[in-house]
């Protein structure tokens, strides 16, 4: 029974008819030193046999076995006869087949494993690979992986002994908008020793710098508008309620905190009671976020502000004693920590428009967003009663209360307005940092700067100013760190108020009181 089950295994063990790898091949790979068994390993590879990938994958599962000078493959399940020997794999060889089996992979007919094995091989361009790479390149249909496998095939050139094929191939890699493509060729340079093609090698890293450059202007254009988007959302209900009433609103930051949380509030009732329509709990938060802020601020109006009309300091103290408690209160309901608000699968991952230029979704939805509540606050303001009564309140209080306006009434719908417009702008930053009872403590002081340097009352001034400082803000982070672009905006801002002190686009005429 023991001869019968040894030779039973021995049948599993060989090499038959599914494995076209040659014997002699598979052996020169799980046995000899770290030279010999990677050459023998591109040797395979470069042959392109189909059988290589299992038996590599048999190596990497400890399948493999070495009797009497010969590699042999143990089938799934089956015990190896005790007298075998397993290979030994060191850090270098497990690479290799790591490698190698990525390298298989540029041949599969699934798009995603070709593009996961790009992915892997990208910075592995050995030009021992490359009758596999050409391989995979005549075969691969999809424009985007074919662009990939260009550039590999290139960098796999590089490392060629033939000069010609190595300024071939800089040549070629000068069209690439690649990070990593730079990196390699700087790599490459450091080693070349042949002035044709050290100096296309050069032509190409300047190329592709160049090139990078735009990317990342590009992406700091962006950054900015995205953070000047933020400001202005920010500081559009400030610019109501400061604008209509001359109110030091303290609390402001934390109205955007009740909106944050409404939307948190808002994400968990969905995932508790409707986890299929998870994605869709946005469109419900944003209304639900500006109810919310609107009711405190409305709360706020009637209760405390509407005695301290006139009386800025004591409206200043004031509020931030509201700010305070709100923060108290909401340390109370949800803790202390912050709280984890979860993208919506449409607004997770980005837009790439060049390797070093990504443009992430929950970014664009703000920029699009703030423009709408914009949009809305303008057609308000100029198309609806309400909106004539706050810009003649605005402009003149007295001479609207002569007319027969409610200026009492007025200023709560605006305060609400203004505060249920900060608790859209908090629905909004939930999407893109994180929520805790300390969030409006980081916008505040800039809201009343956008506010300041626009020019109290005026809608458009808060555009320009909130996304100018945006854009501002980071082009001087990038130059001097984030600290002194803090410091330097203040110091533009003082300078500013001391030449205009009603803003850059403060109302002209007799109409400002």
Not at 254 to 266: D, F, I, K
Not at 448 to 465: D, E, N
Not at 493 to 503: M, R, S, T
Request: one cysteine or more; hydrophobic letters at 55%.
């Amino acid at each position: 029974m023991t001869l019968l089950r040894r030779l039973l295994c021995l049948a599993l063990l060989t090499f038959g008819s599914a494995w076209a790898l040659p014997p002699e091949l598979a052996t020169r790979i799980a046995t000899g030193d770290g030279d010999e068994r990677v050459a023998a390993l591109q040797q395979a590879l470069a042959a392109g046999d189909e059988s290589l990938g299992p038996f590599l994958r048999a190596l990497q599962d400890g399948r493999v076995r070495l009797k009497a000078g010969q590699a042999l493959v143990v089938a799934e399940g089956a015990t190896p006869p005790a007298d075998a020997e397993e290979p030994m794999l060191n850090n270098r060889m497990r690479r290799e087949i790591d490698a190698a089996l990525a390298g298989l992979d540029l041949l599969s007919r699934d798009r995603e494993v070709r593009a996961k094995a790009l992915a892997t091989l990208r910075d592995d361009a050995d030009v021992s690979k490359l009758p596999l790479f050409e391989k995979a390149l005549a075969a691969e249909s999809d424009a985007g992986l074919r662009a990939q496998l260009n550039s590999l095939v290139a960098g796999a050139k590089l490392s060629s002994a033939d000069a010609g094929q190595r300024r071939a191939a800089a040549t070629e890699l000068a069209a690439s908008a690649d990070p990593a493509t730079r990196a390699l060729l700087l790599d490459k340079l450091s080693a070349e020793s042949d002035p044709g093609a050290k100096a296309a090698m050069q032509a190409a890293v300047d190329a592709i710098g160049a090139r990078l450059a735009w990317g990342e202007r590009a992406q700091l254009l962006f950054s900015g508008l995205s953070l000047g988007s933020v400001l202005l959302l920010v500081a559009l209900g400030l610019a109501i309620t400061y604008g209509l009433m001359g109110v030091i609103n303290m609390a402001h930051g934390e109205l955007l905190m009740v909106g944050a949380y409404a939307t948190y509030s808002v994400q968990q009732a969905f995932r508790a009671w409707a986890p299929g329509a998870f994605d869709h709990y946005l469109w419900v938060a944003l209304p639900a976020s500006f109810l919310a802020a609107a009711l405190v601020g409305a709360a706020m109006e009637r209760s405390v502000i509407r005695w301290l009309y006139g009386r800025p300091l004591e409206t200043l103290l004031a509020t931030w004693g509201i700010s305070l408690v709100l923060m108290q209160a909401v340390r109370s309901l949800f803790g202390a920590q912050n709280v984890a608000v979860e993208n919506p699968a449409w607004l997770s991952g980005g837009w790439a428009l060049l390797p070093n230029l990504t443009l992430p979704y929950n970014r664009l939805a703000i920029l699009a967003f703030a423009g709408l509540v914009l949009a809305g606050m303008a057609l308000l303001l100029s198309r609806t009663r309400l909106g004539l009564m706050v810009r003649g309140v605005t402009q003149n209080r007295r001479m609207a209360a002569c007319v027969g306006v409610n200026t009492s009434q007025v200023d709560t719908l605006a305060f609400a307005l203004g505060s249920g417009i900060a608790g859209l702008a908090g629905c909004a930053l939930s999407q893109i940092g994180n929520v805790g009872p300390d969030l409006g403590q980081s916008y505040i002081v800039d809201a009343f700067m956008v506010v300041v340097l626009g020019g109290v009352g005026q809608l458009a001034g808060t555009v320009y100013a909130g996304l100018g400082l945006g854009v501002l803000s980071k082009l001087l982070e990038g130059w001097q760190g984030a600290v002194l672009a803090k410091i330097a905006l203040l110091m533009l801002l003082v300078l500013v108020i001391q030449k205009k002190p009603q803003g850059l686009f403060a109302l002209k005429g007799r109409a400002v009181e």
